[in-house]
Every structure is written in C-alpha cells, then in structure tokens.
C-alpha cells in the first residue's frame, strides 16, 4: 500500500495544559505514525467513566470529523470505539489495561463501573477489524482469538543510562543514601499501591539509610533522570497492562522489584538483579529490595527492550492498519472515500 493511510483517532486521554504529563505513550505514537507517513487526525475526549460525557463527545466527534475522509479507525482503549458506532469504517482498537482489567476503586477493591467498562470494552473488541493488545495476558481477556501484541514503544535516545551521582546532584537527591523509585502517586491512584511500596522501604529503613523517591506528574524528560538517581525501581500495582516504567527502567538498567503484572514476568524474569514478586506482601518486597542493594550494580536491562524502539513498534501498528484495510473485507469497511460525518 503506497497512498497515505488517513486516521482518525480516538482516545479519552491524551496531554492538555492542565495535564500535560498524562500517557505520554499516546503523543510519542501520534508522533512517530505521523513521522512514518501516516495521516493522523486526533480527537481526544475526557470521558471520566461518565455516559453524559461520552454522549457530549460523540456529538463533538460528528462536528470535528464532519466533512473529512478517512480509511479507518484507530481508538486508544476500548471504550472510546464507542464513539464510533455505528461501524462504517474498519476499526483497530488498542487495549491498555483498565479497559479490559477493570477499575480500582478507593478502597482497593474493582469497581461496578470498571466492570462495565470490560464488558463494553470486549463488545467493542468483538468489532474491531484487528486488535492490539499491550501485552499477552491482556490479550487472554480478549474473546477472540487473533491479536497482535504490540507494547507501547520508547525513546531509547531519552530513556537511557547515565552516572547515577550526576542524576542526584541535578535533582537535588542525597548522595549517600539508597534510593528506592516509587513512580506513581501517592493517592490519586489506589491500583498502585502507595501504602505497600512505603511499608517495604519502612522495613528496610531498620538496617539501611534509605529512601523512598516519589516520582509524580513528573516529565519525560526527567524521567530518566530520577531512574539513573535511584537504586531500585518498586511496582505494587494490582494490575497493568504493559507498565511503561519497567521498560523505561530496564532502557536505563535500573533494578526493577515488581508484582506480577501484565508482561513484567516476561519482562524481568530472566534478567540477573530484577525481581518479581508472587506474594504480594511488603515484608517480600522488602526481601527482594535488600537482595538488590546488596547486589549494588546496575543490571543488564537495555538490552532486553531494544525491539522495544518507537520506531519498531510504529510500523507494526502500521501493519495492523494495512491488515484492517485488506481488499478481502465487504466493501462498506474499506472504502477509502469514508467519512465520519456518516456516522
């Protein structure tokens, strides 16, 4: 296929000037399709797990894609294929996590409206022309059985090592004390598990001088900064797709301390210095972060991500969009004269 495939994509979350911090992996995808030829036209929404917002939002998707052509459908997590019912376009939906794992809620348990939102996800899988998941065991929840796994990719020219006493002096971190990277906040998320991370760091704080690095709303450009600063990444996450942060560790060959989670087992389990966690307590987080610091050297992580680059995982998105526009589809899903304004 040699003419430009033009997409339109949908997604409920994406950078604002209020937030400009958030999924960073979508921007980096918007802007390595874009650099790879790939027409894309953008619509972000703020759904908030709210039907009056999704209403309002396929209304604004009318007026927004009126009068545009395009060859397919791109929706970043399940629910936002929504917005383009009915179907008249061939649809490739990507899954990250909640959509298919479900929402946590306050009190750590998952939510009516996170269940809702997997069985309205799955629905929307059941349409898709071709499916990306972030990693094999999202795919598992999937009821169908072609997928592609297609994690998010990276900047590997960002993400990569440097001396660690550099990163502290330019954060301001102490030189001399262990630095256990905690890299979520502390309440806005309970699926993250603050309260376990600091537990274990208490337990360690018995025998060792350390300290547990809260890295929030923080900058992809600091980012790898507050990696390369730190001893230790730690992940106590209930549940993730493909968590970013490991990779992004692993590009900076930070030691990685995880729950079992999403694609971390394939991740790290085979990596000398990176530890997955079956027990889910924080005296065994703890076991496995002094395991680390006695261990006191970097780890060999960067190696293992490298097919990992932005610009691999962009052609294979591509690949799906030429998949999903095959000629042996009917012809209402591949006509390259569709518009949106028909929805």
């Known amino acids: ?13 994406y950078p604002t000037e209020d937030n400009p911090r958030s999924v960073p992996f979508i921007a980096r995808q918007v802007e390595f399709l874009r650099r790879a030829g790939v027409d894309v036209d953008l619509f972000h929404f703020e759904g908030k797990k709210r039907f009056l917002n999704y209403a309002q939002a396929r209304q604004k998707l009318k007026k927004h894609a009126s009068g545009k052509k395009y060859d397919l459908v791109h929706a970043q997590w399940g629910q936002s294929a929504v917005l383009a019912l009915p179907k008249r376009l061939p649809w490739v939906i990507t899954f990250r996590g909640n959509d ?14 996170g269940r809702v939102q997997q069985a309205v996800s799955m629905a929307m899988g059941q349409l898709a022309d071709q499916a990306i998941v972030v990693s094999e065991r999202l795919g598992k929840r999937l009821n169908r059985k072609d997928f592609h ?28 004390k262990r630095l256990v990277l905690f890299a979520a906040s502390r309440k806005a998320n309970p699926r993250k598990r603050y309260e376990l991370a600091e537990q274990a760091v208490n337990i360690l704080r018995r025998c060792h001088d350390i300290e547990l690095v809260v890295a929030t ?31 992004e560790a692993l590009a900076c060959n930070l030691p990685v301390v995880s729950t079992d989670v999403g694609d971390v087992q394939r991740r790290i389990g085979n990596i000398d210095g990176c530890y997955v966690c079956k027990d889910v307590s924080a005296e065994a987080f703890a076991e496995a972060l002094e395991r680390v610091l006695e261990r006191t050297g970097r780890i060999d992580g960067r ?18 969009y030429k998949l999903a526009l095959q000629p042996a589809r009917p012809k209402a899903f591949r006509s390259r004269a569709g518009s949106m304004a028909e929805l």
């Open 303 to 320: 190696s293992s991500i490298i097919d990992l680059d932005e610009r691999v995982t962009t052609q294979k998105v591509i690949e799906a």
């Open 1 to 13: 296929m040699t003419e430009t495939i033009r997409v339109l994509m949908i997604t409920c979350s």
């Open 149 to 176: 796994v297609i994690p998010s990719g990276l900047d590997l020219e960002l993400f990569r090592p440097m001396p660690m006493r550099e990163a502290r002096e330019r954060l301001g971190l102490p030189l001399n």
């Open 217 to 247: 709303r923080v900058s992809q450009s600091l980012m790898p900064i507050y990696m390369n600063a730190c001893d230790a990444l730690l992940l106590t996450s209930m549940h993730e797709g493909s968590p970013n942060v490991v990779k």
């Open 100 to 113: 298919l794992e479900g929402i946590v809620g306050d009190n750590g348990r998952y939510t009516l409206r």
